[in-house]
């Protein structure tokens, strides 16, 4: 971890939820970066190959698992500006790096986490890294590794939708 303060937004604190809490008072968001392997001749987009993984700080929410860089979303930005603002201040992605293809909303109705779904612009692994104290690890991820890892619990779950996104999204395009 190369160091770095915690980064303060007026978007943090805690919202209530029924039984449960979620962090982010204008909800939260996270950048789920992808790199696929080489297109097809056809040009159609190869498979995905590898993730971006954040290994949570213990005294986090949900400690020690992975998951996605992310956290709460300001009152002045949109999901996806803090999604990249987020994996900018904790994994050290330029966002100018990222080709974003969607967002997947899960809604509590006070409460929303959008997953910002992205590729690297180049094809290539983007330099990753902890940039701040919110993590023991970030790192590039073999796709066939992440189900061995304790995954955050939200992340696991969703994680079957964002596979079929990311699919349908290499369908869709020539």
Request: glycine residues 12%; aromatic residues 6%; proline residues 9%.
């Amino acid at each position: 971890m190369s160091g770095g303060a915690h980064h303060r937004h007026p978007g943090d604190g805690w919202v209530q939820c029924g039984d449960h809490r979620h962090w982010g008072l204008h909800g939260a968001a996270g950048l789920f970066l992808v790199r696929r392997a080489v297109p097809a001749p056809d040009c159609t987009p190869g498979p995905v190959t590898d993730v971006v993984l954040q290994h949570r700080a213990a005294w986090s929410h949900h400690g020690g698992t992975w998951g996605i860089p992310g956290g709460a979303v300001s009152p002045d930005e949109t999901p996806t500006q803090g999604a990249l603002r987020e994996a900018a201040e904790e994994a050290g992605i330029d966002p100018a790096s990222v080709r974003v293809t969607a967002e997947h909303v899960l809604d509590h109705g006070v409460w929303t986490y959008t997953t910002v779904l992205g590729e690297t612009v180049s094809g290539e692994r983007t330099p990753v890294e902890a940039t701040d104290p919110e993590s023991i690890e970030v790192r590039w991820v073999p796709v066939g590794e992440v189900a061995g890892l304790p995954l955050h619990p939200g992340f696991a779950d969703a994680l079957p939708h964002l596979a079929r996104l990311l699919d349908t999204d290499r369908q869709r395009r020539p």
